[in-house]
C-alpha cells in the first residue's frame, strides 16, 4: 500500500525556519502533482504550494517569497522550506503526491498532517 510519512514540524519562533519533508513508501509506477496544504483551527483546508506536472510551481500569495517547494523523484519526497515564519502560518501541514500506483490506477495521496507552531 502507498503510504506518505511528513516529518519536520515543530515549534519555531517568528522569523524563524523549518523544512518539512514527506516521503511515499509502496508500490509505486510514478508521480506526477506533488503539493503542500495546510489547516488552522476552525479554518478549511487551503494550498500552500504545488509542483504540477513538470517543475513548475505555485505558491499561495501569502506565503510567496518565503516558502520554496522542492522534490527529489529519486527519493519519492517532496520538501517545504518554510523561512520567515509568521505567526499566521501556525497549522497543520499536509502534504500531497498525485501517485500511479501498482495497478497503474491515478489515485490521490495525502501525509498524516504535522503540527507547525509559530510563537514567541
Known amino acids: 500500500q502507498v503510504q506518505l510519512v511528513e516529518s519536520g514540524g515543530g515549534l519555531v519562533q517568528p522569523g524563524g525556519s523549518l523544512r518539512l519533508s514527506c516521503t511515499a513508501s509502496?508500490?509505486?509506477?510514478?508521480?506526477?502533482?506533488m503539493g503542500w496544504y495546510r489547516q488552522a483551527p476552525g479554518k478549511q483546508r487551503e494550498l500552500v504550494a504545488t509542483?504540477?506536472?513538470?517543475?513548475?510551481?505555485n505558491y499561495a500569495d501569502s506565503v510567496k517569497g518565503r516558502f520554496t517547494i522542492s522534490r527529489d523523484n529519486a527519493k519519492n519526497t517532496v520538501y517545504l522550506q518554510m523561512n520567515s515564519l509568521k505567526p499566521e502560518d501556525t497549522a497543520v501541514y499536509y502534504c500531497?503526491?498525485?501517485?500511479?500506483?501498482?495497478?497503474?490506477?491515478?489515485?490521490?495521496?495525502w501525509g498524516q498532517g504535522t503540527q507547525v507552531t509559530v510563537s514567541s
Open positions: 500531497y503526491m498525485k501517485i500511479r500506483d501498482y495497478r497503474l490506477l491515478w489515485r490521490d495521496y
Open positions: 509502496g508500490t509505486i509506477s510514478s508521480i506526477n502533482r
Open positions: 509542483m504540477p506536472s513538470g517543475d513548475s510551481t
